[in-house]
């Protein structure tokens, strides 16, 4: 099956820098790569996800690129805030299972 | 956003009691998830359906079982459980037209302790 690393495992920036997230994955023919975000207690939300025939999407603030080649994906926020702060998700899909990477404990510093 | 109910959203018991935890939609998603998920361990996929009585295991099925005999019910049993069985459990829905494991629309959670 699918394995996906995450790195860090926590991060703390100051607000209004950027922060970056990294997921390698392992089968070369997992073909979409989704984002979540949870905030304490409450359930994963979507953030923003690519599919394997693109090189990167941005969504304001938010963007994420993928290198097929070296199988890893990245998620970088912009200008920081507070608000952002929570734990995110990278995830790999293959054959209808969506494996998920360990999460990153992001905190945004005021 | 997608309705999805589960059902109970805490529960308490002990080693060796049967358990079943309840996910409802109201979306007529054709996909559903059972996740559980453990510090250090993100979220790890137990069971999925792709359809009424078609189901499949996920990475760490050992202990439970699954039911669908409705589109919109999808229910996650342990048959008997352990502490290690302790866990936040998810259901979650397929919100996409392409295919199976692509936006997925979580439930509240579940928070069982088994003692």
């Known amino acids: 099956g699918e394995n996906v690393e995450q790195h860090p495992s926590t991060l703390s920036v100051q607000e209004g820098d950027s922060a970056v997230i990294k997921c390698t994955y392992s089968d070369s023919a997992s073909n979409y790569f989704p984002w979540y975000k949870q905030e304490l207690g409450k359930r994963p939300q979507l953030i923003i996800d690519?599919?394997?025939?693109?090189g990167e999407k941005k969504d304001q603030r938010i963007a994420v690129t993928l290198n097929k080649t070296a199988k890893h994906f990245s998620l970088h926020i912009t200008e920081t805030q507070p608000e952002d702060s929570a734990v995110y998700f990278c995830?790999?899909?293959?054959?209808?299972?969506?494996?998920f990477g360990s999460g990153t404990q992001l905190t945004v510093l005021p | 956003d997608a309705g999805i109910t589960q059902s109970p959203r805490h529960k308490v018991t002990e080693t060796g009691t049967p358990v079943t935890l309840r996910c409802h939609q109201t979306e007529n998603h054709r996909y559903m998830y059972w996740y559980r998920q453990d510090p250090g361990h993100g979220l790890r996929l137990i069971h999925y359906?792709?359809?009424?009585?078609?189901?499949d295991k996920g990475e760490v099925s050992d202990g439970y079982s699954v039911s669908r005999s409705k589109t919109e019910d999808f229910l996650l049993t342990l048959e008997s459980a352990t502490s290690s069985q302790t866990s936040v459990y998810f259901c979650a829905i397929s919100e996409s037209i392409q295919g199976a494991g692509e936006k997925l629309f979580f439930g509240s959670g579940t928070q069982l302790s088994v003692l």
């Open positions: 995830a790999a899909s293959l054959a209808r299972q969506l494996t």
């Open positions: 359906s792709y359809g009424v009585k078609d189901t």
């Open positions: 690519i599919r394997s025939n693109v």
